[in-house]
């Protein structure tokens, strides 16, 4: 055995030896230009058609990857800066300003130089501007306009009111316009027809206050009042709308295009004006190929970024992507008109979006607010302002660093007590006989050891360590125990609002409700279930048992996201089902109750198949002996079941509870896709918190870690508490 390793240990050194001289004949492959992007279908071909282009006329190799767009920026983030990212990458202007902060681009250089500024539209050449120098080629423009049935509205409607005066006179019923009313994306060019702001650049603050912010609002919710917009309409909803005919027009960008029918008749015009107001501006998007710092250093790629912004590249960027190109010689006056143009004279009106890091902490509390005035909860002017208040509140600094000693010295005294009891144990008799007897044991399960201590350990440390520093990602600074002070102190207010939004008392209350009430129906539906599947003289049981198990068996965002459409105001099977038997709609996200009720339904149904399968299978272990001897007794089988089934069930069903309490407790999908937190965020729980402090709120990753580390020894506190109450039972008996 030993001869036969040492000739593995011979050949593997012989290998790398072959190997290693091979490589020393040999020249290194050239790397070519690599090439970062999130476009997918047409768009990807034609930057494929692009690529290939370059390739035969510079005879340099380009390497394209295709990112989901979700995950962009934070691999971006990763790879850059360790020199395995791209050279060129392609991506929206509004994330320039995180660019610039984590460092991962670098000015464009001789890719965009002076010479080319008339080449390109003057809106897309200032959104890849910041203090006068240019960071990308631009390549792409996107904004919002209007789409038209040209069958329900043979002319474009001149103003926004003219065409909600419609309501009631097209076709079918059909609604007048239909547009996403509660996304502060959609909401912004009426927002700018008034002449509010979403945010000052000048003043780096939350803009959407005042009285011309406050008629927009007013203006977004008398459409939805009037009966010209429907209510609770998200993308897909408006997209269904539109292609069956049951919306004359809608808002939306040119991606709606590509996800409407073949056989839809449709046209696209710049959005209309308001009477008493002005002309809707939407946000102007440009897509640019940025340089990153390794790839502004070598010639081909800053050839390649201007190449991408050419006028050739440009045309087949347009004619094969279908895309709203910033080139202007693309939209010259001798080409055949296409649904294109109207998306391109769109752009001429848009507003650049901010690029600088403060602008992501509004979209929430403008879109909290728009709720809030559309359901009629409160003012225009008192939402708005509470949202001024809400950001403030979340982009407030970090407070000074304290001194790390005495966090030091906690962590030294726990480490000199832990390494005071090593020395003690390895001092005790027999120790090292004990030892030495358990060695091929810990040979057995060294290797899961070192997996779960790089898989859960280290990943706990890093959380926990991450708690003590505060800020937004790129402006991280250590402030000790300021995040859990923060939470447990509901942000620092006095006693009397530790229930108000946003406090972790509010928001433990709530989770403590969702756990209990989930897991007791989730128990009591399992448990009579599973009893009634395992009586013998059940017919058909096994079809049951399969049915049953479906809605455990369905991806959880799958059932909440097909839950959520049910509970629609308009359009909701649930409602549909009140209105047959006479009762009145509801809006089930516009109050506590109902939206809580919302998420308890969805999880209940996603839950009892776990709880029944684990009570079936308990059932089978349960002699028929002891039944019979309690049926023999005189036992009903109520006391049979009260007295000798259940304490029989006991030590099955209780690992099944501290399970089903932990996944509960953590249960995102459903809260975050059914009810996303609504109304104002009280139906949030502690982990759609954290979740919302790290990822819509200025990325406070330190807060969201001070969250995830009380929410690890609350659930490790719980499960210590129910092994226990399981254990003391188990010694009674």
Not at 102 to 130: C, S
Not at 449 to 468: C, K, N, Q, Y
Not at 538 to 550: D, N, S
């Amino acid at each position: 055995m030993r001869m036969m390793h040492r000739l593995v240990r011979l050949l593997a050194a012989l290998l790398v030896v072959l190997l290693g001289g091979a490589s020393l004949g040999c020249a290194e492959p050239e790397r070519g230009i690599v090439v970062w992007h999130p476009a997918r279908g047409d768009e990807q071909k034609a930057f494929e058609a692009v690529a290939a282009a370059f390739e035969a006329e510079r005879g340099v190799k380009v390497t394209l990857l295709a990112v989901p767009y979700d995950a962009y920026a934070a691999k971006l983030e990763a790879a850059i800066p360790r020199g395995n990212g791209p050279d060129v990458f392609v991506s929206p202007h509004e994330r320039l300003g995180s660019y610039l902060s984590n460092h991962l681009v670098a000015p464009a250089g001789d890719a965009f130089p002076d010479e080319d500024l008339a080449r390109y539209e003057r809106e897309a050449t200032l959104a890849i501007t910041d203090h006068e120098t240019r960071y990308a080629v631009p390549l792409a423009s996107k904004c919002v306009a209007l789409y038209y049935n040209p069958k329900l509205l043979p002319e474009p409607p001149a103003t926004l009111d003219a065409l909600t005066r419609k309501k009631g006179t097209l076709p079918g019923g059909a609604w007048p316009i239909a547009y996403e009313t509660q996304s502060a994306y959609i909401h912004v060019p009426l927002l700018h027809a008034f002449g509010g702001q979403l945010f000052s650049p000048e003043r780096e603050t939350f803009a959407m206050v005042g009285p011309e912010a406050e008629r927009a609002a007013d203006k977004a919710k008398e459409l939805i009042a009037s009966g010209a917009v429907p209510a609770e309409a998200s993308g897909d909803l408006v997209k269904q709308l539109f292609a069956s005919g049951k919306a004359a027009a809608v808002i939306s960008g040119p991606w709606l295009a590509g996800e409407l029918p073949r056989d839809v008749s449709y046209a696209v015009v710049p959005l209309p004006s308001v009477e008493g107001a002005g002309k809707m501006r939407p946000f102007l998007t440009v897509d640019g190929a940025f340089l990153t710092p390794q790839g502004a250093k070598r010639t081909e790629a800053r050839e390649l970024a201007r190449f991408l912004g050419g006028d050739r590249s440009a045309a087949i960027r347009r004619d094969v992507g279908k895309q709203i190109v910033a080139t202007t010689s693309a939209w010259s006056a001798d080409r055949p008109p296409s649904t294109l143009d109207a998306f391109h004279d769109a752009t001429k009106d848009a507003v650049p979006m901010p690029t600088s890091l403060a602008m992501r902490a509004t979209w929430v509390p403008a879109e909290q607010a728009l709720r809030k005035i559309i359901r009629g909860e409160t003012s225009a002017k008192n939402a708005l302002e509470e949202a001024r208040a809400r950001y403030v509140d979340v982009m407030r600094p970090p407070p000074p660093s304290p001194s790390p000693a005495p966090l030091v010295a906690v962590a030294g005294a726990v480490l000199l007590v832990l390494a005071f009891y090593a020395v003690r144990r390895t001092r005790e008799p027999g120790f090292r006989r004990e030892l030495k007897a358990s060695m091929p044991a810990y040979k057995y399960v060294v290797h899961s050891a070192i997996t779960i201590l790089v898989l859960v350990v280290f990943p706990l440390l890093a959380g926990a360590t991450t708690s003590f520093f505060a800020g937004a990602r790129e402006t991280q600074q250590f402030v000790g125990l300021a995040n859990y002070v923060d939470i447990l102190t509901a942000r620092g207010k006095p006693l009397s609002e530790w229930l108000s939004f946003g406090s972790f008392y509010l928001t433990l209350l709530v989770t403590a409700a969702w756990t209990l009430l989930n897991i007791t129906l989730h128990v009591g539906i399992g448990l009579v279930l599973g009893v009634a599947l395992a009586r013998p003289f059940v017919r058909l049981r096994a079809i049951y048992r399969v049915l049953l198990i479906v809605p455990w068996a369905v991806p959880s965002y799958v059932t909440a996201l097909a839950w959520k459409g049910m509970f629609h105001r308009q359009f909701g099977a649930v409602n549909a089902i009140l209105s047959a038997v006479g009762a009145e709609p509801v809006s089930w996200f516009a109050q506590f109750s109902t939206a809580f009720a919302a998420n308890v339904a969805t999880n209940v149904w996603l839950g009892f198949p776990f709880m029944m399968v684990v009570v079936m299978g308990a059932l089978t272990s349960i002699p028929r002996d002891v039944i019979e001897a309690a049926e023999v007794d005189g036992a009903t089988r109520w006391q049979a079941f009260r007295l000798v089934t259940l304490p029989l069930l006991k030590p099955t069903l209780l690992p099944a509870v501290v399970l089903g309490t932990i996944w509960t407790f953590n249960q995102f999908n459903v809260v975050y896709l059914v009810s996303g937190g609504e109304p104002d965020g009280r139906t949030d729980i502690l982990v759609s918190e954290a979740y919302r402090w790290a990822f819509a709120r200025n990325a406070q990753l330190g807060y969201a870690a001070a969250y995830a580390v009380i929410i690890f020894g609350l659930l490790a506190l719980m499960t210590r508490a129910l092994g226990k109450i399981g254990g003391e039972k188990g010694e009674a008996r």
